[in-house]
């Protein structure tokens, strides 16, 4: 099966109930990934630099540069279609049959290597 490593499915369960968010780093996020023409055009633009608050849309343009990521379960999933991301409305509706799947439960605080 594929992995994230080599170009496999990320799948992130998120309500986003406040849409792209208000505070500033929040606000820096959506502008970056929703005004970019394509992860890779984005990637290349912020390598040059990008002002404070701004590295979230960074690492996220580095990882859909080689993946698809899915926001499932969101309420505003026009935010994430607009981010260059793929909305659905469940993990199932997500994820393919028969796929390989690895689910990390803390995944702000794992590393996968």
């Known amino acids: ?18 849409g792209a968010g208000e505070g500033t780093g929040e ?3 959506y502008e970056w990934l929703s005004g970019a023409e394509s992860a890779e055009a984005l990637y290349e ?3 040059e ?13 580095r990882t859909l540069r080689d993946h698809d ?7 505003h999933p026009a935010v ?10 469940s993990v199932e509706d997500a994820v ?6 690895l689910v990390v439960p803390d995944a702000l605080d794992t590393l996968l290597v």
């Open 1 to 18: 099966g594929r992995s994230p490593r080599d170009g496999g499915r990320v799948v992130i369960p998120a309500e986003l109930s406040e």
């Open 27 to 29: 606000r820096r996020f």
């Open 45 to 47: 633009e912020m390598r």
């Open 49 to 61: 630099g990008y002002a404070a608050g701004a590295q979230r849309a960074f690492v996220v343009a």
């Open 69 to 75: 990521v899915y926001v499932t379960n969101s309420q």
């Open 80 to 89: 994430v279609e607009e981010c260059l991301m793929h909305a659905r409305s």
């Open 96 to 101: 393919e049959p028969g796929s390989d799947v």
